[in-house]
């Protein structure tokens, strides 16, 4: 595949800064690989046709080991036009070419990366319903802004300040592996 016949969207929400840093971090990265990708905030009143692009990169915060809920909202209203388009079929058929990376930011303060996996399934599920393959799921730790408890106390220690530019460094490096797996 050419280098520029890739269509990649980076979606994602994010309150306090944590997610979008990453997202950020996924738009350089891909750039440094020659592909220009649409970035989008989710945000109520915009559904996304997902099937324009190639390769998503979905992102999200867990809050209570879910998506927060105008993340699940969005996800709702795509899923009930894509059912009405007849796009969910029995046994979610994979469709080719199409992939998705999820990525959620955590504190993990009482269990660790256990509070953020289901988000990053559920986000997963999403997709695989579309049909499209999850390509990866990372998970980020992320500072528990306004709560220095959360951030300096809990099962991860002192998360103050993250992701810090190692942790960034290491999403950049995902990216450039997984381009380098896509062509
Ligand atoms: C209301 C609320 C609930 C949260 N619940 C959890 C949780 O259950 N588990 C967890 O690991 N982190 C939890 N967090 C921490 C966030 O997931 C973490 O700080 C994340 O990186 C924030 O992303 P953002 O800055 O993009 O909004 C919660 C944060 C908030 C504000």
Redesign the pocket.
């Known amino acids: 595949m050419l280098k520029n016949e890739l269509k990649v969207l980076i979606y ?11 997202a950020l971090s996924i738009q350089q990265a891909l750039e440094r690989e020659g592909i220009k990708p649409a970035i989008k905030k989710i945000h109520k009143a915009g559904t996304e046709d997902l099937y324009v692009y190639d390769l998503v990169f979905m ?7 879910a998506p ?1 809920e105008p993340v699940r909202e969005i996800i709702a209203a795509m899923m009930d036009e894509h059912r009405k388009r007849g796009d969910i079929k029995p046994c979610a058929p994979k469709i080719p070419g199409k992939k998705a990376v999820t990525f ?9 990366i256990d ?2 996996i289901p ?1 990053g399934k559920y986000l997963g599920q999403f997709f695989a319903h579309l049909g499209f393959e999850v390509a990866a799921e990372w998970y ?8 220095l408890e ?1 951030s300096t106390k ?1 099962l991860l220690g002192d998360i103050r300040g ?2 810090n530019r190692q942790d960034l460094a290491e999403v950049e490096s995902n990216v450039a592996k997984l381009i380098k797996s896509i062509r």
């Open positions: 994602y929400w994010s309150a306090t800064g944590n997610t979008e840093k990453v992102g999200s915060p867990s809050y209570m080991w927060p959620v930011t955590y504190s993990g303060p009482h269990t660790g509070e953020a988000a980020v730790v992320g500072e528990f802004h306004k709560s959360n809990g993250r992701p």
